[in-house]
């Protein structure tokens, strides 16, 4: 069966820490992994990962893929009290979306 | 743009009531979704259109759920006879990739208890 596995499940730092999230899997059929940030509402689409090794970024936030080892983490550099969301990974297999269950992180000021 | 529009965004209703859920998806976008989302469960697929047909309704609980899309710019999730177990936060999502995966684009939800 597959499956996302995201850890920690709840994070709390003070604003300025750097923080790592990670999002392990197991599927049938990889084709890419999704990293979404869910505040108070909506699920906002942060990045997509395809390839093993390549970093994506945007602004203070990256995220790797390791296609091998089957995780991915998302960095967070200088945490701002905005950065404090559920955190979803997900990952395509066979054109299905599995969902992790988040990583709720909390900055404190 | 105005982005995916849900509503209502809260609904509280009784055990037995028929609840039904609306959703427009963002201009062009062929493929629509409606999620659910509980702490115990997270986000689950219910349904899938693209160009207005359902494609996958595996995610559908039961046969109290169901869904629909007329056009391409409305759709449509009742619920009836609506549950307990039913409460939990529905999103609807648009993509215009014409798949059921990459960039999915959210609507801000419709919170839904059923006493």
């Known amino acids: 069966e597959d499956k996302v596995v995201q850890s920690p499940l709840s994070l709390v730092v003070h604003e300025g820490d750097t923080v790592t999230l990670n999002c392990s899997y197991e599927v049938t059929n990889f084709r890419s992994l999704l990293w979404y940030k869910q505040e108070k509402k909506a699920p906002t689409f942060l990045f997509m990962l395809?390839?093993s090794g390549i970093e994506k970024k945007s602004g203070r936030l990256s995220s790797i893929l390791d296609k091998k080892e089957l995780f991915s983490i998302l960095n967070i550099t200088a945490t701002q009290t905005g950065d404090s969301a559920v955190y979803l990974c997900a990952v395509d297999s066979n054109y299905q979306l599995i969902w992790g269950a988040g990583t709720k992180l909390i900055i404190k000021p | 743009d105005a982005g995916v529009i849900q509503s209502p965004r809260h609904e509280v209703t009784e055990m037995g009531q028929e609840v039904t859920l609306r959703c427009k998806p963002i201009s062009g976008h062929n493929s629509l979704f409606w999620y659910r989302q509980t702490m115990m469960r997270g986000l689950e697929l219910l349904i899938y259109f693209n160009n207005n047909v359902p494609i996958d309704d595996s995610g559908m609980p039961e046969d109290r759920f169901s869904a629909k899309m007329p056009n391409a710019s409305f759709s449509t999730l009742k619920i009836q006879p609506s549950e307990p177990r039913d409460s939990a936060v529905y999103f609807c999502a648009s993509s215009s990739e014409g798949m059921r995966t990459g960039e999915l684009f959210f609507g801000e939800g419709s919170r839904l208890t059923v006493l």
């Open positions: 395809t390839s």
